[in-house]
């Protein structure tokens, strides 16, 4: 297999190239604003803490609501363009309305709604990629989730340094509204101009013919919901992994943010080659041990941050890391849409409600490990429930 390999289904289909560009745009989108968001919200528009953490709770509630809800109207209706439009409008009014009139109100609305709503484009982009590669040839197939994943990771690696260069001036923190608008007009144009008209694509999308409750109850079924808890303890390591390793940084004196910045900068530029190459592995190794082996180096990562960070060895920790993040940031994606082989919107719901379970698992870790013991114990913690989640997933599928 050659290094193009896993770009070559991408390449060769005119959707799958749309889907890649928008999850680039869409990267580019979130690694602008998200590092910034808490400080936007208390330093400029003036939210106490507790009123940050309030937005917070409801835009994730909104996200995971508006992402359920619009998967199932995708398969019952298989009107996935109108969709898709709507998300992205909501994308572009959300950054327009900060990028025009930056103001307390408008931030609220726009981080507790508008932007939430927006976040379902990513799950529809997938099963929009789902479906187009079913017209590639089957060995091609495999490589296609884990390339667009690995693009959508991709600016990322580009963006954050760019904004720390500018922001050591006097650039304020608001300029990063009228650059995301620019982003947010491109993937609106792009989706209006080459997203495929619903009922003319080159692939068979019938309606589900279900119901909205019975389409709920499929996705409520007990053996569907254990395995998007088994992984959401995985997705809460990575969650735990953001929250940790700053605050373990900071409390070592030859240490602090430049550290902090370094150790996540090489994370993800390690990631990326990683996500791109294992569409080299995926066919020889069974999805549900490949999870498992990519928790096992996450979980090695994650807790040996506290038990590591006062010497040099901590550095080590970014390969362990970063191959396991390439796979636990793929992988269960790929793992949940195929549970819901013949519900592509329902199965990219299932993403929405992973991460959801694994920021539920990362708060709870935190909390319990801070009260007890420190950023260390809630790492450690974090790492052996991931264990338990990988342990109990393949537990699951034994006999699958």
């Known amino acids: 297999m050659s290094l193009a390999a896993p770009f070559r289904p991408i390449l060769r289909d005119r959707t799958l190239m749309l889907a890649a560009c928008l999850l680039v745009l869409f990267g580019a989108h979130a690694a602008t604003i998200a590092p910034y968001m808490s400080s936007l919200a208390v330093k400029v528009f003036g939210l106490s803490d507790h009123a940050f953490s309030a937005l917070l709770i409801v835009a994730s509630l909104v996200a995971v609501a508006t992402s ?8 019952q209706r298989a009107n996935r363009r109108a969709i898709a439009l709507t998300t992205v409008t909501a994308l572009t009014l959300g950054t327009a309305l900060m990028a025009f009139a930056p103001a307390t109100p408008a931030f609220v609305l726009a981080h507790a709604l508008l932007l939430p709503i927006s976040g379902a484009i990513f799950g529809q982009i997938f099963a929009l990629a789902r479906l187009a590669a079913t017209t590639q040839p089957e060995a ?14 991709l600016p990322w690696v580009v963006v954050l340094p760019i904004w720390s260069l500018v922001f050591q001036g006097t650039t304020p923190l608001t300029a990063v509204y009228p650059v995301c608008l620019v982003l947010a007009l491109a993937m609106l144009g792009l989706t209006i101009r080459l997203w495929p008209r619903d009922g003319a694509t080159h692939w068979e999308d019938v309606p589900s013919g279900l119901s909205f409750r019975e389409a709920l109850t499929e996705i409520a079924h007990p053996q569907v919901l254990i395995r998007v808890l088994a992984l959401g303890t995985i997705n809460g390591a990575v969650m735990l992994y953001i929250i940790v390793v700053g605050l373990v940084f900071a409390g070592i004196p030859f240490r602090g943010a430049a550290d902090t910045a370094l150790y996540a900068g090489i994370m993800a530029g390690l990631e990326v080659p990683f996500m791109l190459a294992l569409p080299f592995v995926i066919g020889r190794v069974r999805q549900t041990w490949l999870i498992a082996l990519g928790t096992v180096l996450y979980a090695v990562h994650l807790a040996g941050i506290p038990l590591l960070a006062e010497t040099p060895a901590v550095w080590a920790l970014t390969l362990s890391g970063a191959i396991g993040g390439a796979i636990v940031l793929t992988q269960p994606m790929a793992y949940l849409q195929e549970l819901m082989a013949e519900r592509p919107g329902a199965g990219a719901s299932l993403i929405a409600l992973q ?4 920021d539920a698992f990362s ?5 319990l490990g801070t009260s007890l013991g420190g950023y260390g114990l809630a790492a450690f913690l974090g790492a052996a429930l991931s264990l338990l989640g990988a342990a109990l997933l393949i537990a699951l599928d034994r006999n699958r």
């Open 355 to 358: 991460k959801l379970a694994g």
């Open 68 to 75: 359920v809800g619009f998967g199932i109207l995708a398969d």
């Open 363 to 367: 708060a709870l870790c935190f909390a």
């Open 140 to 153: 091609d197939r495999p490589a296609v989730l884990s390339t667009l994943r690995a693009l959508f990771a």
